[in-house]
């Protein structure tokens, strides 16, 4: 999945494709590097940002989306917690909602995804941006994501989402301290996230978890960081890799792919 962030502030890329026409080629030169899914998000959810008003996030996002549905050969997902947000893109061609709020951010959103039969990415979250490190508390952090996240799956069917339609997300980086986020990483294939029994979807690509081996670099800087990151998501068992650095993280993710076929060759 292809990071296409159409925003000033988001923490890796923030104003580099506000622009809806370059916003486009970039997205296009993603699919042509490798990107199976393109992800298109109008708002910052890096810790700390100022939340935008829905019609500001429309207007950033929708000559987007409409102009992908009809060129990307690949299905485009709107990263949003907003419902009318959410209904505007599907209108105009997206079939993925990925919502960084967990059901969290809008009462809405699950009526939304499920009236138009979209797939749905329910993400791992604790309070909104500017208050989430406050809640980044955990006894067992693998055991309470994964509780959590049956709840949000729960809630979601309650509204009449199909369970087969929902991809879950662990949330790394967000109401997460650098040790949880590596911490779920590390056990991705514990019995906790296999009972959920839900494709998972990870997104480490230039956080700053990665700092605990690095150390302090620029998020631009931590494209090797992500690699590992990437390749050990992948053979954890993870799904969906969400990257910004299309064309070398495709190659991570073949080759962590070619050795998870090894393992039953």
Request: hydrophobic residues 50%; negative net charge; aromatic residues 4%.
């Amino acid at each position: 999945m292809a990071i296409l962030n159409v925003t000033p502030d988001s923490f890796a890329d923030g104003g580099r494709y506000r622009d809806a026409a370059h916003a486009v080629d970039v997205a296009l030169a993603q699919v042509a590097a490798g990107a199976d899914l393109i992800d298109v998000g109008g708002e910052s959810t890096r810790p700390g940002a100022t939340p935008v008003p829905a019609e500001d996030e429309r207007a950033r996002v929708l000559p987007v989306v409409t102009a992908l549905a009809r060129q990307a050969s690949v299905p485009i997902s709107i990263d949003t917690y907003k419902a009318d947000v959410a209904a505007a893109a599907l209108d105009a061609g997206a079939t993925i909602v990925n919502d960084v709020s967990g059901l969290a951010g809008d009462p809405g959103m699950a009526a939304v995804v499920a009236a138009r039969r979209a797939a749905f990415v329910l993400m791992h979250n604790r309070g909104r941006s500017d208050a989430m490190y406050a809640r980044a508390q955990y006894g067992e952090v693998v055991r309470e994501v994964g509780a959590e996240l049956e709840a949000g799956v729960a809630l979601a069917e309650a509204a009449g989402v199909a369970r087969e339609r929902i991809v879950l997300d662990p949330g790394i980086g967000f109401a997460k301290r650098a040790e949880d986020s590596l911490r779920l990483v590390a056990r991705l294939d514990d019995a906790v996230f296999a009972a959920l029994d839900r494709p998972l979807l990870l997104g480490p690509s230039r956080k700053s978890f990665l700092r605990v081996g690095l150390g302090e670099r620029d998020p631009d800087d931590r494209e090797w960081g992500t690699a590992a990151a990437v390749a050990a998501c992948i053979l954890g068992g993870a799904h969906i890799v969400r990257v910004h650095g299309v064309e070398a993280m495709t190659q991570v993710a073949r080759v962590a792919d070619a050795i998870l076929a090894a393992r039953t060759a």
